[in-house]
């Protein structure tokens, strides 16, 4: 179908932040498969831990105990405030069953009413029915049949709003991005989520977060909420989880889960071993203090030196933002042709993102030498941008 509108480049192969096209060309890779590839392509560990994998076992139903899947959901529970896990192949699955877990939670409590579900607009969760409605983005739910109930949308920042939707007495749960990323990098403050996490708790309010995209290590430390000091009821990962392969996941409390019982959800491919095999390979290797480390060091480079090409051409950047390796530059041409400038004359490849930003989000083991790379490609666009304005 012709939903993508796709870049004129024929990708061939991989290998850490460098790609290659059929025609020999080499990429330096700042998308990472949208912040998936949180190790690079064809990581010698996750390559092997496919590989001994797919010689023992692929698939298995979940009526079977998988042990990698237990092992898994082990080291998720033990790096995060959840007790309790549910594997999926996607983000948009893993934020499914966070918005039915959250209404399930209020009718295990004896009230069923509670089932309003507040999201922000600038944020993304992914292109199931449910996903689209909770980020209630026009241009993913227009055409595609009336909203569904229960669903609303705050303006992001509003907080009186927001406070009128913890205080509403139907509302099962709020559900955000700590750190947008389709939506052009903004951050809810630390202090914001703090205050987020007391109204929460005071009116019997689920917090959701969906982490698919900031989460896995990309803003710094494993978890991005981490940085507020607070934990939400829910958190929906993805993407780095799998470093490349398909698998998502819904952590949440016992507490939250409690509606959570038999027979009540599932999924044929969700939790397969070997998903589990390569999520646990990349969640052993994404969650050390040498890569959490490392995304500490090259994002502090990178925002640096892009505050200096920001006092350098302020006809082309408006603004640098973002946590960690999750960094936005907004722009003032037009970001897609940035992207295609970037691309053509600097074989530099970033991705789009909402607010006229490009997005940086190379793999999370960027070296410090490939960040200068980076920089210099970067300052080469913005020339190229610059000149093509002048011509
Ligand atoms: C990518 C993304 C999703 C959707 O993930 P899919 O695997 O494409 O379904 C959901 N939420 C956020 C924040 C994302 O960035």
């Given at each position: 179908m012709g939903v993508y509108n796709r870049a004129p480049l024929e990708v061939e192969r991989g290998r850490g932040a460098r790609l290659w096209s059929t025609d020999g060309t080499e990429y330096l890779d700042c998308v990472a498969g949208i912040s998936t590839n949180g190790l690079g392509h064809a990581h010698p560990d996750l390559v092997q831990a496919v590989k001994d994998q797919a010689e023992k076992l692929w698939h298995v139903s979940n009526i079977f105990r998988i042990p990698g899947q237990e092992a898994l959901a082990d080291a998720l529970t033990a790096s995060s405030f959840a007790d309790v896990v549910f594997f999926t192949n996607s983000g948009t699955e893993a934020v499914e069953c966070a918005l039915k877990t959250a209404r399930k939670y209020h009718v295990a409590n004896g009230q069923p009413e509670r089932i309003d579900i507040y999201g922000f607009d600038g944020s993304f969760h992914?292109?199931?029915?449910?996903?689209?409605n909770a980020a209630a983005n026009p241009s993913y739910t227009e055409g595609f049949g009336p909203p569904m109930q229960g669903f609303h949308q705050l303006k992001w920042g509003d907080k009186d709003a927001l406070k009128a939707a913890?205080?509403?007495?139907t509302t099962a749960a709020i559900i955000l991005e700590p750190v947008q990323g389709e939506g052009g990098c903004r951050e809810t403050p630390v202090e914001d989520l703090r205050w987020m996490r007391q109204m929460a708790?005071?009116?019997?309010?689920?917090l959701i977060f969906d982490e698919v995209q900031c989460g896995m290590g990309r803003t710094g430390k494993l978890w991005a909420h981490e940085w507020a000091g607070m934990a939400p009821d829910i958190m929906a990962v993805a993407k780095a989880l799998g470093g490349g392969f398909p698998v998502g996941a819904c952590l949440a409390t016992a507490e939250a889960a409690k509606g959570m019982t038999v027979g009540v959800h599932g999924s044929t491919f969700g939790g397969n071993p070997l998903a589990m095999a390569v999520g646990l390979k990349a969640l052993s290797l994404i969650d050390s203090p040498e890569t959490?480390?490392?995304v500490n060091e090259i994002a502090g480079y990178?925002?640096?030196?892009?505050a200096g090409l920001q006092e350098r051409y302020p006809d082309v950047i408006v603004d640098v933002r973002g946590k960690g390796l999750l960094i936005g530059v907004k722009l003032v041409p037009n970001n897609r042709e940035f992207m295609a400038l970037a691309r053509d004359t600097q074989k530099l490849l970033v991705a789009g993102g909402g607010d006229n930003c490009v997005r940086l989000l190379p793999p999370l083991n960027l070296t410090l030498e490939e960040a200068r790379e980076a920089i210099d490609k970067f300052e080469g666009a913005c020339k190229a941008a610059r000149d093509a304005v002048s011509a």
């Open positions: 992914g292109r199931t029915y449910g996903a689209i913890f205080e509403n007495p708790d005071d009116n019997g309010v689920l959490l480390g490392n990178l925002k640096q030196q892009l």
